[in-house]
């Protein structure tokens, strides 16, 4: 493996702090609270730099969400990690009913508000909801969706990297809040199938995931989805054009569940 390929985190890493440093430095002095609590800090770091960020990686997606989500996403739409809410702008009015973003960090609500709103997603008219919670408070989900099996796609667009207890998570998502029937539409950075880039993956991880919300860069989390086993059908794929090499290799697909 390159070394340059190896090292590319430390790039990312030094333009996030040269995008997000000062503003999370002038939250602490406003509130230095945040002190006592890191995840805390993390998250305010993570919503500086997913301003710029998240915008380029819509960008640079586009063909992506065009052909993943924008025929397949119908009826009330969970996007776990919504981040500042990029997936709506894809979402088919004809065919979705309501538009769920599932983001606990609050400080990406106006975000999603103002992007979704610009969708012709509305709080007030109901086909927004906006909710606070994390992947893996599925109790508090299901409560906020209304009941149980309330979901008909779970979008999932470079989010299962940073949810904790992912297996548990991935299952409960699956098998509590989406419907029969319904489907998952996932685009995720994975564990690299080459030992070379996998072991450069396991030790950026510890760093990466402490400075991005607990982004990590070493879960096969295609290969959980798909292990799943409650799928009628699965259609998972690479990235085209995607180097070998890259620390980030992506995987997507979507997985029917079963009637």
Request: charged share 20%; with cysteine; aromatic share 10%.
């Amino acid at each position: 493996m390159h070394l340059s390929a190896a090292l590319a985190p430390l790039g990312d890493m030094r333009m996030c702090l040269q995008i997000a440093l000062w503003p999370t430095l002038k939250a602490i002095l406003r509130r230095p609270s945040l002190l006592l609590h890191p995840s805390l800090i993390s998250r305010e770091f993570m919503s500086h730099v997913w301003v710029p960020f998240g915008a380029g990686i819509d960008e640079n997606t586009r063909d992506v969400k065009t052909s993943l989500i924008s025929p397949n996403a119908f009826g009330v739409v969970l996007d776990v990690g919504a981040g500042y809410g990029h997936s709506a702008k894809y979402l088919d009015h004809n065919r979705v009913t309501k538009y769920v973003a599932l983001e606990p960090n609050t400080n990406m609500h106006p975000g999603i508000r103002r992007i979704a709103g610009e969708a012709g997603f509305s709080e007030d008219d109901g086909t927004l909801l906006i909710v606070p919670y994390g992947a893996e408070d599925i109790a508090l989900l299901t409560s906020a969706l209304g009941g149980p099996h309330t979901v008909n796609t779970i979008i999932s667009f470079l989010s299962l990297c940073g949810v904790p207890d992912p297996k548990a998570t991935m299952r409960a998502l699956t098998d509590e809040v989406l419907a029969p029937g319904g489907e998952v539409l996932f685009f995720e950075h994975v564990l690299s199938r080459r030992p070379d880039v996998a072991w450069w993956q396991r030790v950026w991880t510890p760093v990466w995931k402490y400075a991005f919300d607990g982004c990590c860069l070493d879960r096969p989390t295609d290969i959980w989805l798909e292990e799943l086993g409650i799928w009628q059908s699965t259609d998972v794929w690479s990235k085209e054009d995607e180097p070998e090499e890259h620390m980030w290799w992506h995987r997507g697909g979507r997985l029917v569940k079963a009637a």
